[in-house]
């Protein structure tokens, strides 16, 4: 019964990445489509995003929320300028 499990999980997630949709795969595996979206939503899957893209994701929201508040103050302060003013002449980006 696990393995029954754990197989039909590797074949639902493999065609999650290959991009299929949830109501595509759900007919494919034989499960209804509301059954197969929980199912990836349990197995940490985010609805549109690969393995992948998930990863990079939870990257960057561990790095945001690591990062100091005063950190993320200060490199805006040091500036000195509003983005508005940088654009006003005519500049993308701080140097």
């Known amino acids: 019964m696990a393995e029954d499990k754990a197989r039909l999980r590797d074949e639902i997630t493999m065609r999650r990445e290959a991009g299929q949709s949830i109501a595509d795969i759900a007919a494919a595996v034989g499960v209804n489509t509301s059954t ?12 549109g995003l690969t393995a992948d893209e998930l990863e990079e994701l939870r990257r960057r929201q561990r790095e945001a929320d690591e990062t100091p508040i005063d950190e993320i ?21 701080p140097e």
């Open 73 to 93: 103050l200060g490199l805006a302060a040091d500036t000195g300028e509003s983005e508005a003013e940088r654009r006003a002449r005519g500049e993308d980006s």
């Open 36 to 47: 197969a979206s929980r199912w990836l939503l349990e197995w940490d899957f985010e609805a």
